[in-house]
């Protein structure tokens, strides 16, 4: 079955120092990836996602990157944070077997000081 | 665009009490996907709906798929504490049924 890391699970960091989070997943070849960024009690917006190494698909403009470097590594980052970037960030794999559906990291609760 | 409306938005119940949330799509659906999200925590899998007028039961959760695949409604009998958190529906977009739109979720509260 697919599992999915995603770390570190808390991070406070200062305005304008970046940022690297990463997402690795096991149990799967070639899965879809997504990162998702919660604000506090909101929905989830997403960011990202990725089809393959290399292909990344913005879903809206901002502060943020991504990047596929790996089969099933999945890296968000941001050379300069901003305010507005604390959220809770979830990466996700799409379930290519069984009920279609999203397995989801455990998140990175981020906040930026 | 293609949206997904979720109702109520809180919902406070006292323990051994109901609870219904619904979904509304602005478009008929391929499937609908129901995920659960403990306070503090991330949001988990519970179900996916594939078929007209589909009906699943879990133990006391009871998920409909509307007869036009636009809407969907999750029923819990009987809450108890460990039902607290908020439950989202999403389906597929019509552009990319790998990408999903996510409605806003319904948080459910829950008294001892």
């Known amino acids: 079955s697919q599992t999915i890391h995603q770390w570190p699970a808390t991070l406070v960091q200062p305005v304008g120092s970046p940022l690297s989070l990463e997402c690795t997943v096991e149990?799967?070849?070639?899965?879809?990836l997504y990162w998702y960024r919660q604000a506090a009690g909101r929905g989830l917006q997403l960011l990202f996602y990725s089809v393959g190494i290399g292909q990344i698909s913005s879903e809206v403009p901002q502060n943020l990157s991504a990047s596929r470097p790996q089969d099933r590594q999945f890296i968000l980052s941001s050379k300069k944070l901003l305010l507005s970037d604390s959220g809770f960030y979830l990466c996700?794999?799409?379930?290519?077997?069984?009920?279609?559906?999203?397995?989801f990291g455990s998140g990175t609760r981020l906040t930026v000081v | 665009g293609q949206q997904v409306m979720q109702i109520p938005q809180y919902q406070h119940v006292q323990e051994g009490e109901d609870f219904t949330t619904y979904c509304n799509s602005s478009t008929t659906l391929s499937n609908i996907q129901w995920y659960k999200q403990r306070p503090g925590g991330h949001p988990v899998f519970l179900i996916q709906?594939?078929?007209s007028g589909e009906v699943k039961k879990q133990k006391r959760l009871t998920f409909q798929f509307g007869e036009a695949k636009k809407n969907s409604s999750l029923h819990i009998t009987a809450t108890q504490t460990t039902d607290v958190g908020t439950y989202f529906c999403?389906?597929?977009?019509?552009?990319?049924?790998?990408?999903?739109?996510w409605g806003l979720g319904t948080s459910l509260a829950v008294n001892p």
């Open positions: 149990g799967t070849s070639n899965p879809n």
């Open positions: 996700a794999v799409f379930r290519d077997r069984g009920p279609r559906g999203y397995t």
């Open positions: 709906l594939v078929k």
């Open positions: 999403a389906g597929p977009n019509a552009g990319n049924n790998r990408k999903l739109i």
